[in-house]
């Protein structure tokens, strides 16, 4: 019997892959018995903020593209999604009850399933681990005993943007006193840039935190917005310092926002320092004043959160398992992807590496040119300031086509063929 701890997005889609193999699962469930602070439903799968699953644009758009990926390698999620959506434009939303009732009751039918209500205390040898974010407790610190901490349990994050995006006229390269090898990219401003950046930065609208993602913030992840808030030069003194930082002609900008690598292939830069509170919208207006990044995309947006997830690069492989435990595997937010879609993704892909490794088959993992791939790859690549990510365009391998639509529509193309090579040698 293969264990599948937690039936979420992650565990559900999990637990479904590995029946529908022929494989003996015992999926157990903490709910009804217990339950996070943001769960209400005693049903799998369970939605625990918005009903909507984000785009469902196939060509237009990375989370409309995953979507379609899934289906095509008969995701679960998918299925009930699709079944149970309510009309929401270009966006895939469903009736969160009949989709959490859907999930449940396929996953309660199915022969192979064993459902056990309980709350898992320690990190078993083997199994599927998808207990997701709000991840407490016992297991928690079994997870974080085990691999010598390794374990984040709150998410302070900055945005990201796409390298493509950003304007390179308005930027230099360089690194603090000269030392380094030129890996900051320096967005500088003038006093009245760094003077209106200030203005709109205090006025902008914040989320308004639940009282269990409140807690106490560390000086080194203090959000820009609230650091702002001590003094119009504060962030001069701070994130946004140009001492040591001098521009071709050799002069100090008056502040500058520093922008550093967020992947190996350096398609995606970090907005240093600039960990947020800010509502999504306002993160792009407000950020998007600082010259360099006025046409900047925004592929992740700042958060503050509540959120258990692991070091991925140095704990996991590609393919979901444990770097020395070879059948254990983790899946859904805990792996570092973020998003209802995104989280079921992991799951699906654990239960099918899982049951090829259990048959002595070697793993299957996509490439970067669809995005279940360039997910499961970028969890997994090493990375000194690893930070959970959503689906998006810039961890996707380049295309040089320079029509923006046609490139996503050209990359979705490929994506898919890349999907229906990958069904067919899985169906070997
Ligand atoms: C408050 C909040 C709001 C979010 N809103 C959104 C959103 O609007 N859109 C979006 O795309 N993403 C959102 N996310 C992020 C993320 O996509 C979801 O949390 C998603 O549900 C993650 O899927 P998962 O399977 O990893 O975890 P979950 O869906 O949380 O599933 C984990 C399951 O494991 C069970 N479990 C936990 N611990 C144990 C244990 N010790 N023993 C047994 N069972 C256990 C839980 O009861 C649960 O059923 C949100 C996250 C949070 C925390």
Redesign the pocket.
């Known amino acids: 019997m293969i264990p599948v ?8 889609e999990a637990a479904w892959q590995l029946a529908e193999r022929g494989e003996q699962v015992e999926l ?4 009804p018995a ?3 602070p ?2 209400t439903s005693d049903a ?7 009903n ?3 785009s469902d644009d196939v060509y237009g758009n990375a989370c409309g593209l995953l979507k379609e990926e899934m289906r095509r390698l008969g995701s679960l999620t998918m299925e009930a999604a699709d079944r149970t959506r309510v009309p929401a434009g270009g966006a895939l939303a469903v009736d969160r009850d009949k989709f959490s009732e859907y999930v449940t009751q396929k996953l309660r039918q199915h022969p192979n399933i064993h459902i056990v209500c ?4 320690a990190l078993p040898e083997a199994g599927i681990v ?10 928690y610190a079994s997870i974080e005993a085990r691999f010598g901490g390794g374990l984040h349990f709150y998410d302070a994050t900055a945005p990201v943007v796409t390298a493509e995006s950003v304007d390179y006229a308005a930027t230099f390269t360089a690194d603090r006193y000269g030392r380094g090898t030129g890996d900051y990219v320096n967005c500088p401003m003038t006093k009245e840039e760094y003077e209106a950046f200030v203005t709109e930065l205090l006025a902008a609208e914040k989320v308004t935190l ?1 009282d269990f ?1 409140k807690r106490e913030i560390f000086e080194g992840c203090m959000p820009v917005e609230v650091m702002a808030s001590r003094g119009r030069d504060a962030l001069r003194f701070g994130t946004f310092k140009p001492v040591g930082l001098a521009d071709e002609s050799g002069r100090r900008p008056y502040a500058v926002l520093q922008l550093r690598r967020e992947n190996a292939e350096g398609s995606l830069l970090g907005l240093v320092g600039c960990q947020t509170n800010l509502k999504f919208g306002e993160q792009k207006r407000v950020f998007s004043l600082i010259p360099a990044l006025k046409n900047a995309e925004f592929v992740r947006y700042g958060v503050m ?3 258990t997830f692991l070091d991925a690069p140095r704990v996991l492989n590609a393919d979901f398992s444990v770097k020395d435990a070879p059948m254990l595997f983790f ?5 570092g992807v ?7 993704m ?2 699906m892909l654990a239960g099918i590496h899982y049951w090829r490794k259990l048959h002595g088959k070697p793993p299957i993992v996509p490439s970067e040119a669809c995005v279940m791939g360039a997910l499961s790859r970028y969890v997994a690549a090493e990375n000194k300031h690893f930070q959970p990510m ?1 689906a998006n365009y810039g961890i996707l391998r380049g295309l040089d086509v320079s029509d923006k639509k046609e490139k996503k529509r050209l990359m979705a193309e490929r994506a898919l063929g890349e999907i229906d090579l990958v069904r067919a040698a899985l169906a070997k």
Not at 5 to 12: D, R, T, W
Not at 130 to 139: F, K
Not at 338 to 344: D, I, P
């Open positions: 701890i937690g039936a979420g997005l992650a565990g559900s157990v469930e903490q709910k217990r339950r996070s943001a769960h799998f799968c369970e939605l625990v903020c918005s909507s699953l984000k309980r709350e898992q205390t998808a207990t997701g974010p709000l991840t407490e407790g016992a297991l639940k993602e959160h509540r959120n899946a859904g937010q805990i792996t973020e998003g209802y879609v995104e989280s079921a992991s799951g959503n």
